[in-house]
């Protein structure tokens, strides 16, 4: 989503500069063309040079410069930008923006354009919390400038406290969901599971099961990019937290279908990737059930937990997914029906390369009206859109999809 975008990255003289080298070089891979503005104090923490290296275009560090690339610099860079990064943002840039300051290249820049602008302060503690810097923060943020960060930590003055430059993959998520802002989805609520629930047996032990999440936080990601507005509900999982998504955590099955049944009430769709237990214990033990007090063995006895994709019903599109290990296809077609779905993406979790825990799926996609579509290994990132792109499909035509189901 980032190819061929223009991304104008201003650096600003923080220690923090140096740690933007890996966010223009991720930008760059990722497609995107960046174009570095530098401050002159951002030139005494790190040289033009690297960034040259890393995005391979000329790097602006002045104003005036007869033999710039850019005719009217200022001018021509605010209006090329899809959007603006200023990452470290000191509180300096920050005072100078509030203040409608224009005397450097970056400054006038900002000054000058139309497009979103993502600022991400970096600071001294004292500096951050100084009202004059809060006032102008405050003043951006009431214009509309979007934020990510100061974390909380260790500063390069050996203090602890917030003024830390924010993690580099926020920022990216941060940018994708700006640039996402005018995407297919725009505007349109999304409900997403993900992650292996865990039911417990007594306070130590549980009973899960193999997924990672990574594709359910592939398809919440996806949605976000473009302009869906993102609640995640998620079992739990090792990955980070998406960036500019609502996240809900759950353990158990029960805890998911409440967190559902409460997130579908304003949700346009719902694409349930979670694998759900379908059995829980009976009971959970109080105590750690202790070896010496079982004999030869124990027997636990479950129950069914409830069939939250069945159960949910509503006016939205309905996504399930499938694990299965045979008959791939008819057993989809079954849960696809038993399950009043608009989608069943079913995936034959006993092959290495697809299904739990890797990068990468294989999925037959079966929509109501019959259609099978087998889609090659690809992505988790790439089959999410590919299941959004038939949900973008189905939006553009959901009243048949709504009589179809008899809307409660
Ligand atoms: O998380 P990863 O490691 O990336 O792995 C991805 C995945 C293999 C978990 C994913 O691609 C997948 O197949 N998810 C569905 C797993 C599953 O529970 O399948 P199922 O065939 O048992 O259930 C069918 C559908 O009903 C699923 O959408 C499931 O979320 C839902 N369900 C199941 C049981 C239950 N009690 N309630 C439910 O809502």
Not at 164 to 175: A, K, M, P, V, Y
Request: hydrophobic share 45%; net charge positive; no cysteine.
């Amino acid at each position: 989503m980032l190819a061929n975008k223009t991304i104008v990255l201003g650096i600003t003289g923080g220690i923090a500069a140096y740690k933007v080298a890996d966010l223009a070089s991720k930008l760059t891979q990722a497609g995107a063309r960046v174009e570095i503005i530098m401050t002159k104090s951002a030139t005494e923490f790190i040289t033009p040079l690297t960034f040259r290296s890393l995005t391979h275009r000329t790097v602006v560090t002045e104003m005036f410069n007869v033999n710039s690339e850019f005719s009217i610099g200022h001018v021509a860079l605010a209006t090329a930008a899809d959007v603006i990064v200023i990452a470290p943002a000191t509180a300096n840039i920050v005072a100078k923006i509030a203040g409608g300051i224009a005397d450097d290249m970056l400054s006038a820049t900002v000054l000058a354009t139309e497009a979103p602008v993502i600022v991400a302060p970096a600071m001294n503690v004292n500096m951050y919390q100084n009202p004059a810097t809060q006032d102008n923060l405050a003043k951006l943020k009431a214009r509309g400038f979007i934020f990510v960060g100061p974390g909380y930590g260790r500063l390069a003055s050996g203090k602890i406290g917030m003024g830390r430059l924010t993690d580099i993959e926020e920022i990216i998520g941060t940018i994708k969901q700006v640039l996402g802002r005018s995407g297919d989805l725009a505007g349109k609520n999304i409900v997403v599971t993900a992650g292996g629930t865990q039911e417990a047996i007594d306070p130590v032990r549980y009973i899960g099961n193999r997924s990672s999440g990574k594709m359910g936080y592939a398809v919440a990601e996806a949605a976000r990019d473009r302009g869906a507005k993102v609640t995640l509900i998620t079992a739990p999982t090792a990955l980070s937290k998406p960036v500019g998504v609502a996240v809900t955590p759950v353990t158990t099955a029960v805890q998911m279908k409440k967190a559902v049944v409460k997130a579908v009430a304003q949700t346009d769709v719902l694409i349930m990737v979670a694998a759900v237990a379908d059995y829980q214990p009976k009971s959970v033990a109080k105590g750690k059930i202790k070896k010496e007090t079982t004999g030869a063995g124990l027997t636990l006895e479950l129950v069914k937990t409830p069939d939250i994709l069945a159960e949910v019903k509503g006016d939205f599109i309905k996504v399930g997914f499938a694990a299965e290990t045979e008959d791939i296809v008819a057993n989809a077609r079954k849960k696809l029906a038993n399950k009043q779905l608009d989608i069943i993406a079913v995936n034959d979790v006993t092959s290495p390369d697809s299904g739990f825990g890797v990068d990468t799926n294989r999925v037959t996609l079966i929509s109501h009206d019959g259609k099978v579509e087998s889609l090659p290994l690809m992505s988790k990132r790439e089959v999410a859109d590919r299941i959004l792109d038939k949900v973008v499909g189905m939006l553009t035509k959901k009243p048949q999809s709504q009589m179809r189901r008899g809307v409660s």
